[in-house]
């Protein structure tokens, strides 16, 4: 018999469409694909050439559970510097993927029957991961008024004596919103008052646009002790096949985590720690790659608000787009499906996210392929 909590599990959407994308391109077809969640770009040749030579060296074994001391070093020394946060190689632990890391956390801190919230929109590997690790996902309504942000009066009519867990993620996935300081000191005044632990899934830090700062909740004032950060490498750096990321925390909490890695993936990749260390040195590039990105959002919102019925919300950090199609008469399914086999253009339907009526555009391509695609929007609306 296979076990109910993965029978439970749905499939990931995004990955779905986006293998489907990558089927009609290798069969020819022209599609200008928005539905991609990683960078463009390749890896640069510095985080390359770093791994390259790790193989000439033979840097090709188990490393310890927890990370190589020098790269966790080098992400504490990262955190301190430009996230503010008070914290050693001691409190880092890197895992195999951020997504490994979001996962390590719930399972860390959540036992059988607790209850972790999760706003809505979210990112669909959230409540997957949540019941995977016995865990209930509850989820936290959001307004378009707040520009999908979670308000403390929603979050805190939303806790019960079960709850045990938020997971924040900014800048958010997929809406492309994300917190001031002055939000998130709100939003930690709850976490207090109901003993939450948060995970705050910030994968997407380096992407943050207009001059906006990012702000880490673990550097506000009582919320080292009840946060664990979520980062990596695949974003900025176009390392997502590279599979490495990074979980901090407390020692004591990361200790006990590091278990998980011990009886599951032993460690990550030796060759992808000494890319990683290598990313952590460059941070000039994660400067060039924003502006390009915010380039990209400028000409993808400009484009996308003459639209007659697709309405943008104007991103604020990720490379991520979200549109309410509801003027269309269309569900997320509907529209998505229609747009790619008649119009070839791949997006990603929003009730994978748990919202109708709205679609996510990914801007992670070239300012040719961000005007052809929503030209044949505008094409596909007239037909409507």
Known sequence: MVNSRVTALNKSATLKITALTKKLKREGKDVVNFAAGEPDFDTPDFIKNAAKDAIDKGFTKYTPSAGIPSLREAIAEKLRNKNKLKVEAEDILVTTGAKYAIFTAILTLTAVGDEVLIPSPYWVSYPEIVKLAGGEPVFLETRESSNFKVLPRDLDAACSERTKVLILNYPNNPTGSTYSEEELSAISEVAEKHNLFVVSDEIYE??????????????????????????????????????????AGKKDVIKEASKIIDHTTSCSCAISQKGALAALSSPDWQEKVKNDFQLRRNEMFDNLTKCKFLTPFKSEGTFYMFCDIRKTNLNSFEFSSRLLENHLVSCIPADAFGLDGFVRLSFSTGLEQIIKGVDRIKDFESRL
């Not at 207009?210 to 950060?229: F, N, Q, W, Y």
């Open 206 to 247: 380096a992407l943050v646009y207009d001059g906006k700062r990012h702000v880490s909740i673990a550097s506000l004032p009582g919320m080292a002790e009840r946060t664990l950060t979520v980062n990596g490498f695949s974003k900025a750096f176009s390392m997502t096949g590279w599979r490495i990321g990074y979980l």
